[in-house]
């Protein structure tokens, strides 16, 4: 089993432009390490939003040197980028942005949503690139929910939203989605390795994300690798960590990158992000929107966006 190295909570919150009420749960100049390769993870909400006609969001702003991955709950958002992408998506749908070499961008509330208001939430993860792929073209994912596979856990335990990486664990045959491994029978576990069902994220570098949703009382054995990285963070509910620790609402449990696995028992009904990836054991240098390796990266960055060269 991988051990915990810590379990720590955020309350304090900031607003993020004027559509995103946000806590950020972690970043990397506290956890860039344990953690690597995710540098951030902000949850906005829950909360709801009147209804207006005014622009809500984020305007343009510039990233360099690491990716977006954006995860609705409730509401909806609205992206459009320097490289032409741009896109809605609702609850369930993700949106993965490597911005690499440079891009500029905004994030608004659809206009739809805007409109009528209601619940919002929503996270955003940053995931480092390593050195060689800094400066890479930009690419943008829009994954819908329809093409996010879903796993069904054994004995009602809940479901498993696979959004990036294989899932190796615990399943029922029924209402497992698109990405299904043959040859695993319904009930049964995956042979060794043997991937049940795999995200549409293309990642840079090996990375796992699930949403995991625990009926109380249940619990499930994650099959997370040796020498991964590990954070899980509580969206809900409370649940016992490695058949003990206790990890309530909001809080982070770190997990050692050393062992495989991890063991989680709902107390209550609980939804849980988990993250886990490939270490990028490389230097971090980072300045608000950029994340390089070295600070004269992030000058030339300073330079790009200051004298007009930064969007690809």
């Not at 540098?39 to 977006?68: I, K, N, Q, Y």
């Not at 070499?101 to 608004?108: D, R, S």
């Not at 990890?247 to 989680?264: K, Y």
Request: net charge negative; aromatic share 8%; no cysteine.
């Amino acid at each position: 089993m991988k051990q915990i190295l810590d379990i720590r909570q955020v309350s304090n919150g900031h607003w993020v432009g004027n559509g995103f009420p946000v806590h950020t749960i972690f970043s990397y100049q506290e956890l860039g390490r344990e953690l690597s390769p995710f540098l951030l993870l902000d949850h906005a909400g829950p909360t709801s939003f009147d209804p207006t006609t005014e622009e809500r969001g984020v305007d343009w702003h510039p990233h360099r040197g690491f990716e977006t991955v954006t995860i609705v709950q409730a509401g909806e958002v609205e992206h459009e980028d320097s490289a032409g992408n741009g896109g809605r998506i609702g609850p369930g749908d993700v949106q993965w942005m490597t911005a690499g070499g440079g891009v500029l961008h905004k994030e608004m509330h659809g206009r739809d949503y805007a409109r009528r208001g209601g619940p919002f939430e929503m996270l955003q993860l940053w995931v480092n690139l390593p050195a060689k792929q800094k400066l890479t073209r930009p690419r943008y994912q829009a994954l819908l929910s329809t093409a996010i596979p879903v796993v069904n856990l054994p004995d009602g335990a809940g479901s498993a939203r696979v959004i990036a990486g294989p899932w190796v664990g615990p399943w029922v045959g029924r209402g497992v989605g698109r990405g299904v491994g043959r040859g695993v029978g319904r009930g049964a576990g995956p042979e060794t390795g043997t991937a049940v069902a795999t995200g549409p994220a293309q990642t840079v570098t090996p990375v796992i994300l699930y949403e995991l949703r625990l009926q109380a009382t249940h619990r499930v054995v994650l099959d997370l690798p040796e020498g991964y990285t590990a954070g899980l963070f509580v969206m809900q509910g409370e649940l016992a960590v490695n058949d003990g620790a206790p990890a309530t609402v909001r809080d982070l449990v770190v997990l050692d990158r050393h062992g495989s696995g991890v063991t989680l028992e709902a107390r209550t009904d609980a939804a849980i992000f988990v993250m886990s990836g490939e270490p990028i054991d490389e230097p971090i240098s980072g300045y608000g929107p950029f994340v390089m390796n070295t600070q004269d990266e992030i000058r030339q960055a300073i330079n790009d966006i200051q004298s007009g060269r930064f969007a690809i």
